[in-house]
């Protein structure tokens, strides 16, 4: 059985960058890390790290075991919490992971009546993911996923929310406004901008441009929504929008992508009995209006 701490310790080194850092931060003096270190190198015959000047460098053994501690420590710490949880007589937590950038507004209308509903229910929404949303929900880092691209697997669930069209946002004044649907020569001349998710996994590219062997003049990405409409409004970029994310947004128009793209929210879940509160959530979010 590996022991945690050679994990604990090579995720702190990678978070700091420094074995002094992560000593501090594990509570250990450096040579009670350095010998930790040499112990498990010893019972496994294999070296973690090299040193070069003052920096160090992972071998492919402690590449491996820092994955290992990115997918093993999360679960480990939740359980901890989970069991802390339960001695307090708190009721649970419920953790959201996003794979919906421009969801943010809606998940936040869910949030507030679930939170007065379910007052000893903690709830926590993250957009990080080491090993992507499917992993997250399957090794249980997280409880909900919600995903526009519902991936069946086993021991998973899915409850659509709502339905909506992918559209191209574009200024009024610009002359794509006025064309009832683009073609993908429209965007040879474009500036695309999208959140930074990668081109396999964004439907402006997967069932618009790539199928017809088009590419945008430019491609970059933003962070926030915010951001991504106002550079639309200001002429600057076209962006492939939620058709619901650009109501009352002024200054900015959706136009028809091709034939259409129809997409929905999805909630993937794990199968089997859960909790009241998670169900609570499930049907909470099913009824808000987008």
């Not at 708190?90 to 943010?104: D, L, N, S, T, Y």
């Not at 009546?113 to 379910?118: H, I, S």
């Not at 990080?128 to 697997?153: C, K, N, W, Y």
Request: proline content about 6%; charged content about 25%.
């Amino acid at each position: 059985m590996i022991d945690i701490q050679p994990l604990a310790i090579l995720r702190e080194i990678d978070r700091t960058g420094s074995l002094t850092q992560a000593a501090d931060r594990l509570n250990l003096t450096q040579s009670a890390v350095s010998h930790a270190i040499r112990r498990f190198e010893e019972r496994y015959r294999v070296k973690l790290w090299e040193r070069e000047g003052h920096k160090l460098r992972l071998t492919l053994a402690g590449d491996y075991l820092l994955a290992l501690a990115m997918r093993v420590l999360p679960q480990l710490e939740n359980g901890a919490v989970v069991l802390e949880d339960y001695a307090r007589g708190r009721r649970g937590a419920i953790r959201v992971g996003m794979e919906c950038h421009p969801c943010q507004d809606w998940l936040m209308r869910v949030v507030d009546p679930f939170l007065a509903d379910w007052p000893d229910v903690d709830l926590d929404v993250t957009t990080a993911f080491q090993f992507g949303g499917m992993s997250a929900l399957l090794g249980h880092e997280i409880d909900i996923l919600v995903t526009p691209d519902p991936t069946e697997r086993p021991g998973v669930e899915y409850k659509p929310v709502f339905d909506y069209e992918l559209v191209l946002a574009v200024a009024d004044s610009h002359p794509l406004a006025q064309k009832q649907r683009i073609v993908p020569e429209d965007l040879a001349s474009e500036t695309l901008i999208t959140y930074p998710v990668p081109r396999e996994r964004l439907d402006i590219y997967t069932q618009f441009l790539v199928p017809s062997h088009a590419l945008p003049r430019r491609h970059r990405t933003v962070e926030t929504t915010d951001l991504m409409l106002r550079l639309v409004a200001s002429g600057r970029a076209v962006s492939a929008t939620p058709d619901w994310l650009l109501r009352g947004v002024k200054g900015v128009r959706g136009v028809r992508i091709g034939e259409g793209i129809a997409k929905s929210i999805h909630l993937g879940h794990r199968t089997g009995k859960t909790a009241s509160y998670l169900d609570g959530f499930i049907d909470l979010a099913r009824s808000v209006q987008i």
